[in-house]
């Protein structure tokens, strides 16, 4: 087992094969994203999954993303992490006339080391909307890959 650890503000650990849970936000400047600015980061989400990542559970937040995935023998979560943020936020600027940093700069990581935390993560994920807001019946912006 070869783990390779590197820091920015956070550390992150690498481990070839493995699962993680992974969390972005907006910048603190930046007002929630809106419906269609969320569709657009959920299609840029699901865009490779089965190609470039296996996704588990994601779902997008105003705020915040959450994915749980396990990426595919030769793409790095750094690389799949920073096409996600670069496409979106270019495209949200683009769009949607946002101006200024869209997401902050470092991504939450997690290795997912068992089956229970896999499991929690995963409901944590699927339920997330739905603590946050718990009027809704539904949320658009929540599943699981393909």
């Given at each position: ?18 699962t993680?849970?992974?969390?972005w ?88 080391r ?12 699927l339920g997330?909307?739905?603590?946050r807001w718990p ?8 599943g699981?890959?393909r």
């Amino acid at each position: 087992m070869n783990i390779n650890i590197y820091r920015r503000n956070l550390p992150h650990w690498r481990l070839e094969g493995a699962t993680y849970f992974i969390t972005w936000r907006l910048q603190r400047n930046q007002p929630p994203l809106r419906p269609e600015e969320r569709t657009l980061v959920q299609t840029a989400i699901l865009h490779f999954d089965g190609v470039r990542y296996d996704i588990s559970a994601f779902v997008v937040m105003d705020d915040h993303i959450h994915v749980l995935l396990k990426p595919e023998p030769g793409w790095e979560l750094k690389s799949i992490t920073h096409s996600w943020k670069s496409f979106t936020a270019n495209q949200i600027q683009r769009k949607y006339h946002r101006k200024g940093g869209i997401w902050q700069k470092e991504c939450f990581d997690r290795i997912i080391r068992n089956e229970k935390e896999y499991l929690k993560q995963g409901n944590y994920i699927l339920g997330n909307p739905f603590v946050r807001w718990p009027e809704l019946e539904e949320y658009s912006w929540v599943g699981i890959g393909r």
